[in-house]
């Protein structure tokens, strides 16, 4: 099937993993179900793609490499409250204390910033611990679907961003982004904004709020402050399913 069909199916899939009536509003396990259809489809349709198709070359990426962790990162909301009900659930309150000094120490560097500029600042994740992603398993969809084929570039492009030139799983990641596009397509149905967030900032509000969950189910716009410009020049290459997300899902 070609490239364009499985994203095009992929997105509509995840878009129709909740219950069809827009009246109904999310419930908590709906946000995690979303999220959990979202990581599954994409991850099933990729290996069926790589089995299918000639790859561009092998992945480089391993465990204890994080160049790639000192980029702009882009989430919904419900993956932000995904990953915040996990750490709620595992972390002790000495962790996210320090996960919450990390954040208020990093967000303000790359409040506003394009993908450009934050990408030239070279700002390390807050969720970076001892050189690993301390969230892994929950990691958000972005950063799932970026993987690299060349270690050199990955390092050339960590010291000079505005070079950036890293060859990419280009499937894998188009297929990764359309999940995420059926993750905003999904919301949108139930009345929800479809927002694209700046991670560490949203990561920042959610940690700082009492029931972030509960606040985001009844549609306050918590996460509003960190909303990525759509202004933002390279707000296309961060939304590869422009020029808008409701072009891309397909009619039915
Ligand atoms: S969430 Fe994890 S994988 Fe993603 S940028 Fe941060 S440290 Fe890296």
Redesign the pocket.
Known sequence: MRLEKICFSVCNTVKDALDRDSNELMSRESIAELVSVAENVADTETIAYRQSERLCGSVKCEKGC?F????Q?CVTAPEVLC?FARIAERCTPREISALKERLEKTYPQGRGLTDKSYGQLGIS????VSE?????SD??I??RAYVSTELSACKAARDDYLHWNVPIDQAKYAIYKSAQAGILAAVTAKGYDPEILE?NHAMLIALRHSDPVMSWLNKEPIFEPARISAGDPDYHAIQPWSPSFDDWIEPD
């Open positions: 994080n790639c962790c000192h980029m990162v990953v994740c807050p969720l970076l690993e992603c301390s969230i892994y990691r958000p972005e950063c991670l």
